[in-house]
């Protein structure tokens, strides 16, 4: 366990990057090195089988909502947490994850990983590794950049190769109370993400799909289909966010009934 020198940021156990990967960082490294690697957390073994997964089940595949159910494995057991949630999903409703693509205002159905979380606050509580929004926060999906696409950026580089437009990528800070809690769902998401120590700017060796999109995220409704994101409201936002822990390896499955009924079988498969 490494500690930063007197006047930095006190104990510091893991950073990881957008993709999840922790690195650890030791005695007498400068804060000037750490600038942008803004998910502090220790480092954890994810557990077989998970032991945290959130349920979000809409009528059909065109519905626009769904109903978030939270559910802790308790022995062999799965016991419910909390009551049930009214969500939003995205104006077109699910689409299956094979299937999705970009701008098509569809969720996409599946089980996915919950890695990471954001959000406007300090993240006070919060067990996954978090992210504090800033006015350089972006999330860019832009297809003509695929190092880029759907990964975190914590400033924008000069040079930058994905578009600053509102269409091809987020300004988190401008999305307001949506993003004051958020977590990420892990649909498309790149491996291998490093920092280029020239730029800055936060690239993956092994991009993902730029044909499917990116973006997706658990995060505060504001009364409406979003654009392929599930919505709740701020209070249940809370709570699943103070309740996600990594070392539960939390999962997320959505989808329609016909997908989702059997989600206890598919969450053990992945």
Known sequence: MCRMPAGGDGQVRGLLSATGAVRTY???????????????????????????????????????????????????????VGPPARAWLGVNGFAAKRARRQNSGQTPAGVFSLPQAFGAGPGDGVRLPYHRITPQSFWPYDPRDPRTYNVLQTRRADGARWRNDGQWSERLAAYGAQYRYGVVIGYNLPRSVYRDRGTGEWRTRTPARTDKGGGIFLHVDRGRPTAGCVAVSRAQMHRILHWLDPAAG??????????TRDWRQRVAKN
Not at 30 to 57: N, Y
Not at 250 to 259: T, Y
């Open 250 to 259: 939390p999962r997320i499955v959505m989808g329609p009934k016909a997908l």
């Open 26 to 80: 030791c005695v007498g490294m400068p804060v000037s090195m750490l600038l942008g690697l803004t998910w502090v957390v220790p480092p954890v073994e994810q557990p077989a089988p998970p032991q945290q997964v959130v349920v979000v089940t809409s009528r059909s595949w065109g519905s626009q909502r769904a109903t978030l159910r939270r559910f802790a494995r308790v022995g062999s057991s799965w016991v419910r």
